[in-house]
């Protein structure tokens, strides 16, 4: 059964300590995606991988940081330094190359609370 | 302008009737165009791509107006799972900038 899984849910963690998220596909996608979506707004990239050991920033980088280390795995740090956290982070993977390279598709996402 | 725009809504739509709704966007230089479905607290999913000459699929058909710098959904004979809010996703710079629309939140009514 292929797909993007991310775990856990529901995160809850104390101000101050970094968190890492987890992000796996089994798509055999070359790119790879990190998204955060807060209440009312759209979607916004945080890092984007399109090969293994490389990644670019997003428009919201800081306070993130991310690694590529195989195909399937594209995990997330959120920083101490990441002023408002709290929110729901979403991974996303395509194919690389062609008009087919951004239909993305979604994991079922991290709801992050952060107190 | 902003870079990609949506009507936030919610648009109310009877079931069985048709609905249509656009997303703007400010770039000219745009590539590619796609539009996704998020239901309440879950994931985007994707719907369908915006070709240059439309495309259909189904009850759904997305137009592409390069013109007037916007692309369309159309959803005929809605039925109550078309309850959900509809993100456009707008893709240029050679696809290092991808924007998403805040979405378009519609519910089809009984």
């Known amino acids: 059964d292929g797909g993007i899984t991310q775990s856990p849910k529901y995160l809850f963690r104390k101000e101050g300590q970094n968190v890492t998220l987890s992000c796996e596909q089994n798509?055999?996608?070359?790119?790879m995606y990190w998204y955060r979506q807060d209440p009312g707004q759209g979607l916004r990239l945080i890092y984007y991988?399109?090969?293994?050991?490389?990644?670019q920033k997003g428009d919201i980088a800081e306070g993130y940081s991310v690694s590529r280390e195989k195909k399937e795995s594209f995990p997330l740090t959120v920083t101490s330094a990441q002023k408002n956290p709290t929110a729901f982070y979403l991974c996303?993977?395509?194919?690389?190359?062609?008009?087919?390279?951004?239909?993305?598709?979604f994991g079922p996402g991290t709801r992050l609370t952060v107190t | 302008r902003k870079e990609v725009e949506q009507d936030p809504g919610p648009f109310n739509v009877p079931e069985g009737a048709t609905v249509a709704f656009n997303c703007t966007y400010s770039?000219?230089?745009?590539?590619?165009f796609f539009w996704y479905r998020q239901d309440c607290r879950k994931e985007p999913k994707l719907l369908m791509s915006v070709y240059s000459s439309g495309n259909e699929d189904g009850r759904f058909t997305a137009q592409l107006n390069r013109a007037s710098q916007y692309i369309s959904l159309l959803i005929r004979d809605s039925k109550l799972s078309d309850s959900a809010t509809y993100l456009c996703v707008v893709i240029s710079g050679g696809g290092d900038k991808i924007i998403f629309g805040k979405g378009t939140r519609l519910h089809i009514l009984p």
């Open positions: 770039n000219s230089a745009s590539q590619s």
């Open positions: 798509l055999n996608h070359d790119a």
């Open positions: 996303a993977s395509s194919i690389a190359g062609g008009a087919l390279s951004y239909e993305q598709y």
């Open positions: 991988s399109q090969i293994v050991n490389d990644f």
